[in-house]
T-cell receptor, first 114, second 112 residues
Framework: AQSVTQLDSHVSVSEGTPVLLRCNYS??????LFWYVQHPNKGLQLLLKYTSAATLVKGINGFEAEFKKSETSFHLTKPSAHMSDAAEYFC????????????FGTGTKLQVIP | DADVTQTPRNRITKTGKRIMLECSQT?????MYWYRQDPGLGLQLIYYSFDVKDINKGEISDGYSVSRQAQAKFSLSLESAIPNQTALYFCATSDRAGQPQHFGDGTRLSIL
């Protein structure tokens, strides 16, 4: 069985300061991991993906995430928050178990304070 | 134009009505999915389809049905809507196993 835990339902940062959104997963085998962003009244947009290549993954809009197998973590970071980063972020794990089972985290709402 | 288009974007209806949500895609993907999103619960899979002849139930399929009319079209039906089906519904597509999914902008459904 696989699961995803996003450790914070809300994160608030000041503009220009670093962003850290935490995600832990559990999976029997090597999963594929993704981060998506959802802006209000919009669908989910892919930020980045990990599929067993480099453990440090760079995504769009300056975001990156590091896959740490020993910690079963895939935290999302950005060095400097921008107002446009305010949105909800979802960590997702997928694993082929006869079909592509996709499990979404419950989301982290990022607030950016001017 | 959007790669994954959902119609309608918003719908308000009454308990007991039949409702159809439609999804069309121009990405040429074989795999299509329907999810519902509730606050604090993330996304839950309702149905998925790997091609026109392959349709499968997801985690929460009770009360829902789907139809894959063509590679590009996948519709979701609520035969007799009930208030706890009020949610945001998303359609998604993907190329193959392990690849990211591409989402439509969602349909906000309210059942009174």
């Amino acid at each position: 069985a696989q699961s995803v835990t996003q450790l914070d339902s809300h994160v608030s940062v000041s503009e220009g300061t670093p962003v850290l959104l935490r995600c832990n997963y559990s999976s029997s085998y090597s999963p594929s991991l993704f981060w998506y962003v959802q802006h209000p009244n919009k669908g989910l947009q892919l930020l980045l993906k990990y599929t067993s290549a480099a453990t440090l993954v760079k995504g769009i809009n300056g975001f990156e995430a590091e896959f740490k197998k020993s910690e079963t973590s895939f935290h999302l970071t950005k060095p400097s928050a921008h107002m446009s980063d305010a949105a909800e972020y979802f960590c997702v794990v997928t694993l082929y178990e006869g079909y592509q089972k996709v499990t979404f985290g419950t989301g982290t709402k990022l607030q950016v304070i001017p | 134009d959007a790669d994954v288009t959902q119609t309608p974007r918003n719908r308000i209806t009454k308990t007991g009505k039949r409702i159809m949500l439609e999804c069309s895609q121009t990405k040429g993907h074989d795999r299509m999915y329907w999810y519902r999103q509730d606050p604090g619960l993330g996304l839950q899979l309702i149905y998925y389809s790997f091609d026109v002849k392959d349709i499968n139930k997801g985690e929460i399929s009770d009360g829902y049905s789907v139809s894959r009319q063509a590679q590009a079209k996948f519709s979701l039906s609520l035969e007799s809507a009930i208030p706890n089906q009020t949610a945001l519904y998303f359609c998604a597509t993907s190329d193959r196993a392990g690849q990211p999914q591409h989402f439509g902008d969602g349909t906000r459904l309210s059942i009174l």
